[in-house]
DNA sequence: AGACTGATTGGCT
DNA sequence: GCCAATCAGTCTT
């Protein structure tokens, strides 16, 4: 059975669904003719201006840009020189939001995952919809696994409030298996 | 123009 | 547990 690719519709809620819906999806890339698929395990939400742990909390800049635009596009970044970190861009125009790729499974950890996908500079804004070497698809398994929750990781200079918010969401591999 | 820092990881003490 | 790697973006002068 041919996995079905996901739409900018799925993209275009506010990022704590799209975020709470994602892990058990699958991610797809192409590299050299072969297509690669990962089923998502772990991310993290990351929600306006205000949310202190989001890039976007220090505005509209260069490197921000894509998070405002609406959901659907790929943001990419690189952390500490040598990691990229994998993004899809959520919600509504001029609402600057994020889900964060932090685990695959078989793969823990956004810089690993980065490494594993080959990401790179060129994604930066990239359409999850029609790029023909990134996307997501359904998962044709139906089964909904229990999701669970947990703050985020990495952040703890946001603030108590922000810190404590329990944005990521993850499933466990087993459920996968 | 120069300094500082990070949504991390891996290696060493 | 501690710290280096390594650099683009952001902040400070």
């Known amino acids: ?9 799925f993209f275009t809620k506010d990022v704590l669904e799209v975020a709470q819906k994602l892990p058990g999806k699958v991610l797809a890339r192409k590299q050299e003719g072969k297509i690669h698929r990962f089923i998502i395990t772990e991310v993290e939400a990351y929600r ?10 220090k505005g509209r800049t260069k490197r921000t840009e894509v998070m405002y635009h609406k959901g659907g596009s790929i943001y990419v970044y690189l952390i500490y020189g040598m990691y990229w970190m994998l993004n899809f861009v959520t919600g509504m125009n001029s609402d600057p939001q ?44 139906d089964d909904l696994p229990g999701i669970q929750t947990a703050p ?12 404590n ?5 993850f ?3 087993k459920v996968v298996k």
Request: hydrophobic share 35%; net charge negative.
């Open 98 to 141: 994020a889900v964060l790729i932090r685990g695959l499974c078989g793969t823990y950890g956004p810089g690993r995952v980065g490494r594993l996908l080959r990401l790179d500079r060129s994604f930066y804004g990239e359409d999850i919809e029609t790029s023909e070497r990134l996307w997501v698809e359904d998962n044709p398994s």
């Open 152 to 163: 985020r990781i990495g952040i703890d200079y946001s603030g108590d409030v922000w810190k």
């Open 1 to 9: 059975m041919a996995n079905k690719r996901l739409h900018s519709d």
């Open 171 to 173: 499933i466990s591999e």
């Open 48 to 57: 306006g201006e205000e949310d202190l742990a989001c890039h976007a909390s």
């Open 165 to 169: 918010k329990k944005w990521r969401f």
